[in-house]
């Protein structure tokens, strides 16, 4: 071979390697390029996926916020509703205590009392007493009324 065979073979090499070389940094270049678009897309997605997150952490901010304000609503009506039932049990003694007081005032009543027989005293009437005949208010078969 000539030496101007050789340095045109020397010289396509060289050429061939350089469009090689060309051909890989545009390739590595479009690839870039290509991941860059990639990224910049999952970013816009992340970005409205963000705006999404916010309105779902919004929503549950303010649902949690109800959710404690109910709670403090329904502690206070709880407390409000023990209160209320430590005063009914309260009148509640303290009526059975006049129910008690009445009913032995009765008793002492009818103890003293000439007119009323013995057989009434205890009649297990659940009014207190209150179901019991006046005998002072019936006529007197000795009256003739």
């Known amino acids: 071979m000539s030496t101007t065979a050789i340095v045109w073979t020397i010289v396509i090499v060289v050429v061939?390697?350089?469009?090689?070389?060309?051909?890989?940094?545009?390739?590595?270049?479009?690839?870039q390029d290509r991941r860059r678009d990639q990224a910049t897309e999952i970013r816009h997605e992340a970005a409205s996926d963000d705006r999404t997150v916010r309105k779902h952490e919004a929503e549950a901010a303010e649902k949690d916020a109800l959710a404690r304000q109910a709670r403090a609503e329904a502690d206070r009506k709880s407390a409000a509703a023990d209160k209320l039932g430590v005063e009914a049990q309260e009148r509640?003694?303290?009526?059975?205590?006049?129910?008690?007081?009445?009913?032995?005032?009765?008793?002492?009543?009818?103890e003293i009392?000439?007119?009323?027989?013995?057989?009434?005293?205890?009649?297990?009437?659940?009014?207190?007493?209150?179901?019991?005949?006046?005998?002072r208010s019936e006529p007197n078969s000795a009256d003739g009324r």
């Open 113 to 135: 009392d000439p007119d009323v027989g013995t057989d009434h005293r205890d009649d297990g009437d659940s009014t207190g007493g209150l179901g019991r005949r006046d005998v």
């Open 92 to 110: 509640n003694e303290h009526a059975t205590g006049k129910r008690t007081e009445q009913r032995d005032r009765l008793a002492a009543a009818d």
């Open 16 to 31: 061939v390697l350089a469009l090689a070389l060309v051909a890989y940094r545009m390739s590595g270049r479009r690839k």
